[in-house]
Structure formats: C-alpha cells, structure tokens
C-alpha cells in the first residue's frame, strides 16, 4: 500500500483532477466506480491473486483497510480527491463509506477475472504462508 499524489489544477471556475496513466506503474485496463453505499456499509472482504488497483474517493470519504496476512494491518482515510491509495495483490483489503454519497473510483491493471479472487480470509492467510498464489 503507498499513496500516490495526483495532479489538481485549480482555477478560478473549478478544480480538475487528472489521473494520467504515467503516474501508475501499471497499465489501466479496467475503470470503475461504486456508489449509493450506506454509510458504515463495509464493503471488499477480499484479496486479490495479480490484481493491481489505485483507489480514489473523488466525493466523500471512504476507510481503506489493508491486511498483509502476517498480523499488519494499516488504515487509510480517503477524502481527498488527490490522493490516490495503490493496493496491490496479495493484500486484503476492505472498504467502508464513511460519509453519505461517498464515491470510490477505481484504476485497475487488468479486466475482471474471477479467478484472480480470495474472498476466503483464511484461504488467503494460507496462500501468503505458502506464496504459491500470490505475488
């Protein structure tokens, strides 16, 4: 997990957000974004095989929980729509909306696989001992 500064040109009509490509360190081949998420709603529960992502919150706030699988866990607030949060694979991570109508926006390095999913925590766990599945 690292925080990725994105660019923010503010004039006098507006603030645009840029998030070109370049600035990630994967290609973006898959964009999406969730919405309408109670507040408090936890949202992820799951990690991903090769899946590399970069999580935005363009409106709102939403709490970013990452878990190694070896007892470390960090949380990061997003609420600014500058600061994008890398997750990468073999990381389990979830997600809660903090604030109404929040918005997050992903930038994802490959299309949706399912096979690329553990939404089991201890099928995870295992695969981080044994590191046959993940990065």
Partial sequence: MRIIQLQRIQTSTGDVFVFEG????????RVYFTRNVKVG????????RTL?????????????SIDDGRGNT???KLTEPE????????????????DK????LVFASNRYDERDYIRDYEEFIQAVKE?????
């Fill in 101 to 104: 109508d929040s918005v997050l």
């Fill in 52 to 64: 590399e992502q970069i999580l935005v919150c363009p409106y709102g706030s939403v709490l970013v």
């Fill in 74 to 76: 960090v949380e990061h």
């Fill in 131 to 135: 590191r046959d599945e993940c990065v």
């Fill in 83 to 98: 600061k994008a949060l890398f997750v990468g694979p073999c990381q389990w991570h979830t997600m809660t909306w903090l």
């Fill in 22 to 29: 370049e600035r990630f360190d994967f290609p973006i081949r």
């Fill in 41 to 48: 709603e936890v949202r992820g529960h799951h990690a991903h």
